[in-house]
């Protein structure tokens, strides 16, 4: 992701001519019509407690005894400032809640457009679920809805592929490029006054710092400070991710970011075990099964991975399916200078896996396989997943261009299965290096091989589904897996599975290095799609009330902390 600032003096002027207007006029843009029109009876209500059913309820807490007084009193206000980056994340999803929310009484309904922060439903390709509300816009409200791509590329304006600005149209009806802290200075001024608070209680320089260098990052919408702030920081045990960060929500053009907050508890014990495999990296990147020229990169050299304990996601990161592992910060600036810190989130990742693949192996794993089912196991595929989007190469072997310019639109999806294959190959490699104490890898295999149910299950329309889906069928035609046609269910093959392994690694990294398109979509195009058999497997996960994801019950109550 490209790192933006812009002009952070803005005048008095500027603000009172368009900040107050456009707050106005964003609340009502993003609302049809009939909004908060009461429709309750012309949904189909069973379908909508179906849908919301499948979000399994997990309580986010952790070990407080880990935490010493003054970060015990730090929590409530990082509380209240992650909640505004939900106030905000409303606002760039859908507008205004409190129209959406009017009038429904229905616990499910009201479950449900909260999971999906809008009457549009996430995991299924974002289609309405509510009547009176349409298709959802592609950029959400970080446009005008009435904008069109001609309107917005003929625009000359420096700042409108900012990050961090909202495009809107002033009174005239012109568009206008509005920052972030200028369009949402209410909540950002009151969430930089709660951090700067929470600053003034760390005991942790490094926090401290971090803190202080955040807050002013949400006042001004340069974050390039802060993200080295955070880099650096070390020790910490409380980690506190807040502001605009991920892009995904604007499907337009994918420019600009959207407002999250995660608050976490560093598991220290849990870390120690993976500080040594940072140091590792440049000997697995060595060890790549790959041609001399295809791993001729040196990796990131300051990253650094941690356990944590979630106990709170706002926004971006609350919507839909739950994230388990982080890779930030995004900017290539503060990446190139200090690596990236890759983080585990253990106790989502445990919901995940006790909720979702563990009753998913029950129904499609060979009865004799389901003891290497494993919660360890899973827990190093997605850790190691997380370590093998460093692996490989950023730049094609002729270095005409970077792999993610060259493989274009099959970029995504092509990285998503490098990153899963790679991660399975580096527990094999780690375990031959000797890394890796009592190492059952068939728990990897068959626990991997769950996986994919899990994965597919995200749609076509997911990078991480349809790299599922070449898994899948990769594995079928290598015999990595036999299908017992009796019960459905799948027997792992160690030896063809590790065969299968090694060959889609080489087959990914290379097609990666030449920057192949063609092979690209070519493989997309043969195996990343769900056939018939697989997908009556597939109905019988749904049919047997198996949850799609998570969703949390979260907050100072739910931690323990008033009581
Ligand atoms: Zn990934």
Known sequence: MVFCSFETELTDRFMKKFALPLLVLLA??????????NTENMIDMKLIEQKAGEFAPFKLTTDLSVLTEKEKQMLPLLFEAAALMDDIFWKEAFGDKEILLAGKTDSSLVKFLEINYGPWERLNNNESFLPEYGEKPAGACFYPIDMTKEEFDAWDNPEKTSLYTLIQRDEAGKLQAVPYHVAFKEEVEKAAGLIQQAAALAEDPGLKKYLEARANALLTDDYYASDIAWMEMKNNTIDFIIGPIENYEDHLYGYKAAHEAYIL????????????????????????????????????????????????????????????????????????????????????????????????????????????VKFDAFFENTMFHEV????????????????????????????????????????????????????????????????????????????????????????????????????????????????????????????????????????????GAIREELQKDLDRIAQAGIPRDIVFEQGPQALGLNQ
Not at 288 to 295: I, R
Not at 298 to 326: H, L
Request: charged content about 25%; aromatic content about 10%; overall charge neutral.
């Open 28 to 37: 009502v843009a993003c609302n049809p019509k009939n909004a908060g029109k």
């Open 265 to 372: 508890v560093k598991d220290k014990v849990w870390s120690e075990r993976l500080v040594k495999y940072a140091a590792i990296l440049p000997a697995l990147q060595k060890a790549l099964p790959c041609e001399a020229p295809y791993k001729n990169e040196t990796p990131g050299f300051d990253s650094d991975m941690n356990v944590y304990d979630a106990v709170f996601y706002a926004g971006d990161c609350n919507s839909g399916s739950k994230t388990i592992a982080i890779n930030l910060p995004n900017d290539e600036k503060v990446r190139a200078e200090k690596g990236s810190r890759k983080l585990q989130l253990k106790n989502s990742m445990q919901a995940k896996f006790d909720k979702i693949l563990l009753p998913i192996a029950g129904q499609l794993i060979a009865e004799e396989q389901q003891k290497h």
């Open 388 to 527: 093998a989007h460093g692996l490989g190469l950023g730049s094609t072997v002729n270095k005409t261009s970077t792999v993610r310019e060259a493989l274009k639109d099959a970029y995504t999806s092509i990285e998503e299965c490098k990153a899963d294959i790679l991660g399975l190959w580096c527990v094999y490699q780690l375990n031959e290096m000797g890394e890796l104490a009592d190492k059952d890898l068939m728990d990897n295999f068959v626990t991997f091989m769950s996986g994919i149910f899990r994965s597919v299950r995200f749609g076509a329309a997911s990078a991480h589904g349809k790299a599922n889906m070449i898994h899948f069928y990769y594995f079928q035609e290598r015999g990595a897996f036999e299908r017992d046609a009796a019960t459905g269910r799948y027997r792992v093959n160690f030896d063809k599975m590790k065969q299968a392994m090694f060959d889609l690694s080489t087959l990914v990294l290379t097609l990666q290095g030449d920057g192949d398109y063609a092979k690209a979509t070519a493989l997309i195009a043969e195996k």
